[in-house]
């Protein structure tokens, strides 16, 4: 069944209730599945919840086929009229029996068949993982968009407005059809504007900002109505969930799942308002959407069914008892249990809030069904098909009676005493494939331009005084890689020099005209290519970033070369910036200012621009040397030894004319020291500025007269970083930053 993993919002008292409601129910769910089991539907449900289903049925067939006319009812394959389903006309109480239910049920799954996929693929795009930062690290969750600007999740996952503020909604953090993981865009949540939470219903309803860190509308998602009345689904039909397990790419969980038990109202007892269904929910899950087949959402997942003992305690996969604090993993789930829409509506309906009333009225208005769920725009809508060009690699695996196959649809099919169940998780299980997709990157063996000897590389008088390369010196002198008589490999604006040995760069060098005519921005998904005139295997390829949080980092920034005199200049040179040699590993989230927490990221990608304001009036250049820390103790990964820190040094001209220099380094060093559990904390990580002299010592690179240009060779205030052995500047603001 799954279960929230240590870093997915997990409560275990959530859990170890959910599991007493369970036991409690266990007589009357199993009469229940049985006499479905035998299609005795009116002993499972009432007459008035089976009318009400029937009639949703009905309608659903009646709204589907409308538009087709009757050419349409052939396509579908559809011979019988609705009168024919239901001669009395409308289904109701005294009139629904077995018999018809049956029919009824049958013929409108054969008729909307045809829609399942489509309609599975609009809903996911309003689901979304939701990241909050904590103390001592980041919980995950799943959230969906309930209305144009409203997003609902479990009260465990946001506890409080506070919760709120630190989390971050992220959509489209899924693959696509063609098995490139899609741009992510990332909301703020706005409590401010909209905050309603009830632990007992185990829900949370926020406001999300109308636009993501990119400037992309929330409304380009949609949002699956949470509706009001019931009949939705019944006993023993199938449940689809949409989720984000242990913080993961999107997955969904699809058909044969069935609902296993819907609860009667009783007396002193709250348990008419949960939902226990069967479906593989992971860590990070709670807060998911689960689904009929008809798309319409009829609970919030939020919690995992533990077994437990004679004396309620939880038991493990092992048969004994699973110790507190334990891995969640090695839990034995047995099933889960989500809060039913129809009680999550009665709720809000009834609710006072202030501020938000226009927002909760929004709700009430679409949960009635008035309002129809707004049309998504077309902006990386993800593909259900695969790629058309060649046919799709096939492959199986069988274990413990369970037979996986991936297409790039990952259907298991496990078999039981019960016969097949059938379980589909869209290919988010898949991450970057072998050719080198990872964050929506790609590897590819073209160049934006084949002919090297165009590039004029790093120009060192480009400030009007000499900015030359750093020397290697004679400790790593050998290291680097060989270029013809040299080691300098050119490129548009920049130039790199490489470690063969760790097959990644001693520095970038790039020359920036923030007042060039021709700017390029990023477009589309990135295309990294290998440079021809080193060997391979010195360029850390694409499978070291397959299948885990490492991005391909540029050293020299995108932004920071993508300038010429020419629209096509620019272009080549933004392009020029995609090979693997300007590329170090760098964790998601220290590369990634969508997904950066802290603000020691975002001011990272800010220097730049801060220095070249703070520079000479009317002086828009700078030469921006950039690279990664090597450290003998640095973990190797996948034949790579990974840097922990990495290092920038701009040279600009100050206001008096004369030339200087500021540098800085930043640590990934706590997201990546767990890598290999896919589980990391962010630390407290931030920019400090450093002296010259001090990054030169690091680094191993003769920065010449760089040291005489620094800032920080008369700076006053300083604090020790380690021992005493290099002094800085912790960088907190950019004002912090000593010019």
């Excluded at 196959?405 to 299980?429: D, E, M, Q, R, Y």
């Excluded at 130039?495 to 060098?509: D, T």
């Excluded at 603000?599 to 700078?622: I, P, R």
Aim: net charge neutral; glycine share 8%; hydrophobic share 40%.
């Amino acid at each position: 069944m799954g279960a929230p993993g240590n870093r997915g919002a997990f409560d275990p008292k959530v859990a170890a209730q959910a599991a007493q409601r369970w036991k409690a129910r266990q007589r009357p769910r199993q009469a229940k599945m049985a006499a479905v089991e035998k299609g005795d539907y009116t002993k499972a449900e009432s007459k008035e919840r089976l009318a009400k289903h029937a009639n949703r049925l009905l309608a659903a067939v009646a709204n589907a086929r409308n538009p087709a006319g009757e050419a349409g009812r052939e396509a579908f394959g559809e011979k019988m009229a609705l009168d024919e389903l239901a001669p009395q006309g409308e289904v109701t109480a005294a009139n629904v029996s077995n018999e018809m239910l049956e029919r009824i049920i049958g013929k409108s799954r054969d008729f909307l068949a045809i829609q399942f996929f489509d309609k599975g693929t609009t809903a996911s795009r309003a689901v979304c993982k939701i990241a909050t930062t904590l103390d001592d690290g980041e919980s995950f969750g799943t959230g969906f968009l309930v209305t144009p600007s409203l997003l609902i999740t479990n009260h465990h996952v946001l506890t409080s407005a506070d919760d709120a503020v630190r989390s971050t909604a992220q959509f489209n953090y899924q693959i696509s059809g063609s098995n490139a993981v899609l741009p992510i865009e990332s909301f703020r949540l706005d409590p401010a504007r909209f905050f309603l939470t009830d632990q007992a219903l185990d829900f949370s309803l926020v406001a999300v900002a109308p636009r993501s860190a990119n400037g992309t509308p929330i409304t380009s998602f949609g949002f699956c109505p949470l509706i009001g009345a019931e009949g939705k689904i019944i006993i023993g039909q199938p449940v689809n969930v949409v989720q984000h397990p242990k913080g993961e790419l999107k997955q969904v969980v699809i058909r044969e799942n069935k609902l296993l038990d819907l609860p009667e109202k009783q007396a002193n007892s709250n348990i008419d308002q949960f939902a226990y269904y069967e479906a593989d929910t992971e860590p990070g899950s709670s807060g998911s959407p689960v689904f009929n087949d008809q798309w319409e959402v009829v609970a919030l997942h939020h919690s995992g069914i533990p077994r437990t003992n004679a004396q309620s305690k939880t038991i493990g996969l092992d048969g004994k008892v699973w110790p507190p604090n334990g891995d969640t993993d090695q839990i034995d789930w047995v099933a889960n249990e989500g809060i039913r829409a129809s009680r999550l509506v009665n709720f809000i309906t009834a609710a006072t809030v202030n501020p938000g009333e226009d927002l909760r009225k929004e709700f009430v208005t679409i949960s009635q069904g008035e309002v129809q769920p707004v049309k998504t725009e077309n902006i990386a809508v993800p593909s259900v098909q695969p790629a058309a060009a060649q046919a799709p690699e096939l492959s199986t695996a069988v274990q413990s009676g369970v037979v996986t196959v991936t297409v790039p649809l990952t259907v298991t099919i496990g078999f039981g005493a019960g016969g097949a169940v059938v379980n589909g998780a869209v290919a988010a299980s898949l991450a970057a494939d072998a050719s080198g997709a990872a964050d929506g990157a790609a590897f590819e063996s073209g160049k934006p331009d084949p002919h090297y000897a165009n590039r004029p590389g790093f120009d060192p008088a480009f400030l009007g005084f000499t900015a030359p390369l750093p020397k290697l010196m004679p400790a790593v002198k050998n290291l680097a890689a060989k270029v013809g008589s040299g080691n300098e490999l050119k490129y548009y604006h920049y130039s790199v020099v490489m470690n063969a040995a760790r097959k990644l760069a001693f520095v970038s060098a790039v020359n920036l005209d923030v007042g060039a005519k021709f700017q390029v921005k990023r477009e589309g998904k990135d295309h990294w290519y290998a440079d021809e005139r080193i060997p391979l295997e010195q360029q850390a390829g694409p499978e070291l970033y397959k299948n885990n949080p490492l991005d391909f980092g540029h050293l020299t920034r995108r932004q920071d070369a993508a300038w010429g005199t020419t629209e096509n200049a620019a272009t080549l040179a933004n392009d020029d910036t995609f090979h693997l040699t300007n590329c170090s590993p760098q964790h998601e989230v220290f590369n990634q200012s969508s997904k950066a927490s802290h603000n020691g990221v975002l001011l990272w990608g800010n220097l730049e621009m801060y220095v070249t304001a703070q520079a000479k009036k009317g002086s828009k250049k700078l030469s921006i040397f950039n690279g990664p820390v090597f450290r003998t103790n640095d973990t190797e990964y996948r034949g790579v030894q990974l840097p922990k820190e990495f290092w920038k040094l701009i040279v600009y001209v100050r206001d008096n004319g004369k030339p200087g220099a500021v540098a800085f380094v930043l640590s990934q060093d706590s997201l990546i020291k767990n890598l290999a559990a896919e589980d990391f904390v962010v630390g407290p990580y931030k920019p400090y500025q450093v002296k010259v002299t001090d990054l030169q010592a690091r680094t191993n690179l003769d920065f010449g007269a760089f040291a005489q240009y620094d800032a920080m060779k008369s700076a006053g205030e300083e604090s020790l970083m380690e021992a005493g052995t290099i002094k800085v500047v912790a960088i907190d603001t950019l004002g912090d930053i000593v010019i």
